[in-house]
């Protein structure tokens, strides 16, 4: 529209990034959860779990995958938010 300046409507501020405890703690519960079932002694016939969508899970990925999701409940909203703003320029 012609009064914008630079014709070009300007964007409206950023919302800052939430990353409050409750969803940190939920987060981390998730992480050791994964861990704990990935840590799990079983038969080692047994080398894989099925999911309700008869996919196969193996718990040897599992373990990772929630020692990964407790650190990401450790970072800082502001660490993501710049990683994010750095990704998305």
């Known amino acids: ?5 630079n014709r070009r409507k300007p964007s409206p501020p950023g919302k800052k ?9 939920w987060l ?7 861990a704990w079932l990935g840590s799990y002694p079983r038969n080692p016939a047994n080398f894989m779990y099925w999911n309700w969508h008869r ?10 995958i929630g020692a990964v999701l407790m650190v990401v409940s ?16």
């Open 28 to 34: 981390a519960g998730l992480g050791a959860f994964l």
């Open 1 to 5: 529209m012609p009064f914008h300046p």
């Open 74 to 89: 450790f970072i800082p909203a502001s660490w993501m938010e710049r990683a994010a703003n750095r990704l998305l320029r």
């Open 17 to 25: 990034l939430q990353f409050p405890w409750w969803h940190r703690l």
């Open 55 to 64: 996919q196969p899970v193996y718990p040897n990925s599992l373990a990772p």
